[in-house]
Nanobody, 124 residues
């Protein structure tokens, strides 16, 4: 089992940057594919990016490609999301999630463990 705790959210102006962190408990963090999702008020939870267990494979949808970068440090049980050139439409609660599947895809149902979320607000 994995417990996840996000941090790093906050208020930023459009065009600014934030770095989200996700601390994972448990000794098997390196076995999980990790992902970031986000949910804005009144909208469904949306896939942001994922990274495989070794960090050699990532997937970014067009909405964040070139602006967001996911990384992980398995020695520290940490997951990160560097967000640059933030836009007002990026504002949401951001969640990190863990999946035991090698290719969980973009479906939130494929991820078994979730953090409590961290709020990102982008002012225009």
């Amino acid at each position: 089992q994995v417990q996840l705790v996000e941090s790093g959210g906050g208020l930023v102006q459009a065009g600014g940057s934030l770095r989200l962190s996700c601390a994972a408990s448990g000794r098997t963090f390196s076995r999980y594919t990790m992902g970031w999702f986000r949910q804005a008020p009144g909208k469904e939870r949306e896939f942001v990016v994922s990274i495989n267990w070794i960090g050699s494979s990532t997937y970014y949808p067009d909405s964040v490609k070139g602006r967001f970068t996911i990384s992980r440090d398995n020695t520290k049980n940490m997951l990160y999301l560097q967000m640059n050139s933030l836009k007002p439409e990026d504002a949401a609660v951001y969640y990190c999630a863990a999946s035991p599947r090698e290719f969980p895809g973009i479906r939130s149902g494929a991820y078994d463990y979730w953090g409590q979320g961290t709020q990102v607000t982008v002012s225009s």
